[in-house]
């Protein structure tokens, strides 16, 4: 076997650069190295992979990376505007905040529990809703009832205090946080899911799994869910940036993160009250989460280019 | 008659930019048609016929550029009109058109009256009370029953049948000169469409009015067209009248098409004639010959120099470089073998390998959350057995229970009585990998059958993978192995469906269900979803693929022609009931039952000096919600009697064949034609 696999492998892999020798009688490019190969033609995709991994790096390396104590307060020097600004200081490269601590310091930390709430909470969305959405779609009948009841539920209870009740219950912490958030956010997933999945379930690639003796579980998961992954990944994209700016109200009513912890919907919510006369404060965090949310996008829309095809031979 | 033009085009081609190259969809094609004529334009999807259609009328994507010599109209050139005057006097007005699909073609917000009068009130200076009235007059004309009640209703509460008479009476609203139909009868069921057909072609004869007709079935165009004109590849490339084209075929291309069809070279031929390749891509110049890679006469002189467009006799032309050296060449393969398999023998029955045991279905069908239920009974006690080695053919139209009857025999349904059993075991108790490994399924539309997320490769392997048989190297070798049993190229084993064309889906489709190594292979009207071309292509390689591995085929289809091709037995389906069951000779030469006859009726073979005949079945498929007494065949029968209307026939066996009719012993086919 592994033989054949390796010759496979390899004629793909010679394929990459001579398109038209695997005319002749080659396998073609296997899947995963002909997304790669459209992969890197893919601007989009690069650009929005490169903002993602710049942040990322960041948000690990924070302790090393940012210039100043995140948490240190100086009085003496608050509300310094940026260095391009007048008055500005290139010690202090954006300024500091109301209690005088080092803002570039505090977004590079706080990209740290932003992006971790923002794709901690869309996943934890994501798994509830789609679970839910393909059990509904797919088996229908008094399941897809109750679900359907659920969402009314769930639409009907004002989300935010739900998630008051359930933080003062478990108590205070980032993890909560995530859990809470994503807890509330999965309507959008369930409903585009279990759409979707009605439409599929009476397609004839499903009878044929069927016929092949496929268990649901092996029918709704190899067969259905692949399918969905564009629609999931838009709603995806939407829902960081929402978890992110939920997490702002969360904190600003003072059942977010824990005080002194940056983050940037924290740093927005802070920034409102002093937003006539010190915008950056609120621009500055509002910047980073529209690059996040575009890159996310970026990323989401190129994985989807990447991995449709649309091209006949 | 006189002999002037209606209609006379010269030098048409449409191109359509796409992002990488512009596509040619029609190239420079010359048409003439003369009042109260009917022109057939052939031709396989992509060639171009109904690009023609929307460039006549200007209705091309917006993106579509249009250039023509002339459009000459009744003596105006429509290349000159304007959008206002084309949309105010012409479409709809003296040019009516009907399009494919009767489903989406109405809008299902208004009722039928407004749409039927819409047309008249808005551009002509008449009254609402008097285009009610012709609206009535006309849905009298098409045939459908009580047609001033019929205003009020909506799209949705008519049948597709219905429907497609509801937009001819639109398009003739305004008394047309010129109908366009394009594929106007392809979405519906044989018996309907006779119908549709043979009151196209009887409103034609009372109006005057002139037709194009845009199809891809040979058998429609010659029983309706006077004349016939063959495209390929954006191109004209032979007409005439509909006796000369299809008698004695010049163009290659033609010919190719006519070996595809089954039945054209007599019933017996076991071998379909097929037109290798593809159709080449449309984008760029073509050079030489566009059919050069597919024709087997094709000399060097084809590949490179563009055709002579040769003139036989007044409107008979054909475009093609004919070359001597090849003259006496056989073309696509369909005569030499139907000589050699001439002598095969009639099988001998084998052994029942499945038997359908007097199943019944019954759905029950609610609206709404406290909607009243309703039953449906999709089956009712079904007898059927299928025998190793032969190709059983389930016909009917469509909501005859044929869906319901192989999803049961799958096991994908449980009958609520009665029983199917695979040998020995009921298929209901076998686990559902055994069940997998016996008895496989190959759907209709190879568009949906394929998931499009997942490569080829994966897609013929998957029953492999799913039910744990072999180790992984064994199962890639099966795979491709499959693939080559099967006709596809190595190099599409990482390619998705989308890549590949409807006859390269059908043939992974077949894979997939092959690869188990079952016995029974259940073909749900494989083909109909495909162009003529490669419909034989893929009837060739299910009949070569039966006898390499010994399968046993039930195909269920609506098209008589591909029976008599391919079947040994034929059981014919009516509203959840088997109506007739025998040899294929027998059913086929000579049917005991009204209802085959009429479906052998309304079966169009190509026959030229034939028109459509007058259909023999009075009203449309019955909804199977509210089944009629006794016989349900009674109410569209010819032959009912009072016995018919109040008692269910029972079944009797004629000469071998199964039946279920009262008039089963007097009725005659023959006699009805007499």
């Known amino acids: ?313 | 008659m006189t002999t002037a033009s209606i209609l006379d085009i010269q030098d048409l081609s449409v191109e359509i930019p796409t992002d990488s190259a512009t596509l040619k969809a029609v190239r420079g094609i010359s048409l003439d048609l003369k009042r109260g004529e009917t022109l057939g334009i052939v031709g396989e999807s992509g060639s171009g016929k109904s690009m023609t259609a929307l460039a006549i009328m200007n209705l091309l994507p917006p993106s579509a550029r249009r250039a023509a010599a002339c459009i000459n109209f009744d003596g105006s050139d429509l290349t000159h009109s304007g959008e206002r005057e084309l949309a105010t006097k012409v479409r709809g007005q003296r040019i009516g058109m009907i399009f494919q699909e009767p489903m989406t073609s109405l809008n299902p917000v208004y009722s039928i009256g407004r749409q039927l009068t819409e047309t008249m009130t808005l551009h002509r200076n008449v009254s609402g009370a008097e285009a009610e009235q012709r609206a009535i007059q006309l849905l009298e004309k098409v045939g459908l029953p009580d047609p001033a009640s019929r205003l009020k209703q909506y799209p949705h509460e008519l049948s597709g049948g219905q429907r497609q008479r509801v937009m001819i009476a639109m398009a003739l609203m305004n008394e047309p000169e010129l109908l366009i139909a394009d594929e106007p009868t392809t979405a519906l069921d044989v018996t309907i469409q006779a119908q549709i057909l043979y009151l196209l072609q009887d409103l034609q004869k009372e109006l005057g009015m002139s037709m194009i007709l845009i199809t891809h079935d040979l058998g429609v165009v010659s029983r309706s067209a006077d004349k016939i004109a063959v495209m390929y590849a954006g191109d004209i490339v032979e007409t005439g009248t509909a006796e000369e084209v299809l008698r004695n075929p010049q163009h290659p291309y033609t010919q190719g098409l006519l070996e595809c069809v089954p039945g054209y070279r007599g019933n017996d031929a076991h071998r379909l004639g097929s037109i290798p390749g593809i159709v080449p891509s449309m984008t760029g110049t073509i050079r030489g010959c566009a059919f050069a890679s597919r024709c087997p006469r094709a000399v060097d002189a084809c590949k490179t120099d563009l055709p002579p467009r040769k003139q036989l006799g007044p409107g008979r032309t054909y475009v093609c470089h004919d070359p001597d050296a090849t003259r006496n060449q056989a073309t696509f393969g369909a005569e030499e073998a139907a000589n050699e398999v001439a002598v095969e023998l009639p099988k001998t029955p084998g052994d029942t390998v499945l038997t359908v045991d007097s199943v019944s279905c019954t759905f029950s069908v609610r609206r709404g959350l406290f909607g009243k239920r309703k039953s449906l009974k999709a089956l009712d006690t079904v007898n059927l057995d299928i025998r190793k080695g032969e190709v059983l053919a389930l016909v009917g139209e469509s909501g005859c229970g044929k869906t319901t009857l192989s999803r049961t025999i799958m096991g994908l349904q449980q009958p609520d009585t009665g029983s199917v059993s695979l040998g020995q075991h009921e298929i209901s108790t076998l686990p559902a990998g055994q069940r997998a490994r016996m008895i496989q399924p190959i759907f209709q539309d190879p568009y949906s059958s394929l998931n499009p997320r997942k490569t080829i490769g994966d897609i013929i392997g998957r029953p492999l993978v799913v039910n744990r048989i072999g180790s992984k190297s064994e199962q890639l070798a099966k795979v491709h192995k499959m693939m080559e049993h099967v006709g596809l190229p190595r190099r599409v084993f990482n390619s998705y469906p989308d890549q590949l064309s409807g006859g390269q889906r059908q043939r992974a489709a077949i894979g997939r269900a092959l690869i188990m190594d079952p016995e029974i292979v259940i073909c749900d009207e494989p083909t109909s979803a495909l162009d003529v071309s490669v419909q034989a292509q893929i009837l060739n390689l299910l009949l070569d693929l039966r006898d390499e591995l010994d399968l046993t085929y039930l195909f269920v289809t609506h098209d008589l022609s591909v029976v008599q091709h391919m079947a040994d037995r034929v059981a014919v389906m009516y509203l959840g009931e088997i109506v007739e069951c025998g040899d294929r000779s027998q059913v086929l030469s000579n049917p005991k039952h009204p209802y085959t006859s009429a479906l052998l009726d309304s079966a169009l073979s190509i026959s030229p000096d034939l028109s459509v005949p007058a259909p023999g079945l009075s009203g449309e498929f019955p909804n199977p919600m509210n089944r009629p007494s006794g016989c349900p065949f009674h109410p569209r029968c010819p032959v009912a009697e009072q016995q018919c209307r109040e008692e269910v026939p029972k079944p009797e066996i004629i000469d071998t064949t199964f039946v279920k009719c009262w008039k089963a012993r007097t009725f005659s086919h023959q006699a009805k034609h007499q």
């Not at chain 1, 934890?124 to 969402?151: K, M, P, R, S």
């Open chain 1, 1 to 313: 076997m592994m033989t054949t696999r390796q010759a496979l492998g390899d004629a793909s892999i010679a394929s990459v650069d001579t398109p038209s020798e695997l005319e002749e009688g080659g396998l073609g490019l296997s899947p995963t190295m002909a997304a790669l190969k459209r992969a890197r033609k893919h601007h989009g995709l690069k650009i929005g992979f490169g903002i993602l991994l710049v942040m990322a790096v960041f948000a690990l390396f924070a302790p090393w990376l940012a210039p100043h104590d995140p948490y240190l307060q100086n009085l003496s020097l608050r509300m310094l505007p940026p260095v391009w600004t007048e008055g500005g200081n290139w010690e202090y490269l954006l300024g500091t905040d109301h209690l005088g601590r080092d803002y570039l310091s505090r977004l590079i930390h706080g990209a740290r529990i932003s992006m971790t709430i923002g794709l901690g909470a869309a996943s934890i969305g994501a798994v509830i809703g789609v679970t839910l959405g393909l059990i509904a779609g797919y088996f229908g009948g008094w399941i897809d009832q109750a679900v359907n009841f659920l969402v009314t539920c769930q639409l009907a209870v004002p989300s935010l205090l739900l998630i008051m009740a359930l933080v003062f219950v478990i108590g205070q912490s980032v993890t909560v946080v995530i859990f809470v958030i994503g807890a509330t956010h999965w309507v959008f997933y369930l409903v585009v899911t279990r759409s979707a999945t009605l439409r599929l379930r009476e397609l004839d690639f499903v009878a044929a799994a069927n016929a092949m003796g496929c268990s649901k579980f092996q029918i709704a998961v190899r067969e259905v869910l692949p399918n969905l992954v564009n629609q999931i990944m838009v709603i995806f994209t939407l829902e960081v940036a929402v978890a992110i700016l939920n997490e702002a109200t969360l904190s600003f009513l003072g059942l977010g993160i824990p005080s002194p912890l940056p983050s940037w919907g924290l740093m927005i919510a802070e920034g409102k009250t002093a937003m006539f006369f010190q915008p950056w404060l609120v621009i500055l965090p509002g910047i980073a989460l529209f690059i996040l949310v575009i890159a996310i996008n970026l990323l989401g829309d190129g994985v989807r280019d990447v991995t449709v095809t649309n091209r006949r031979n």
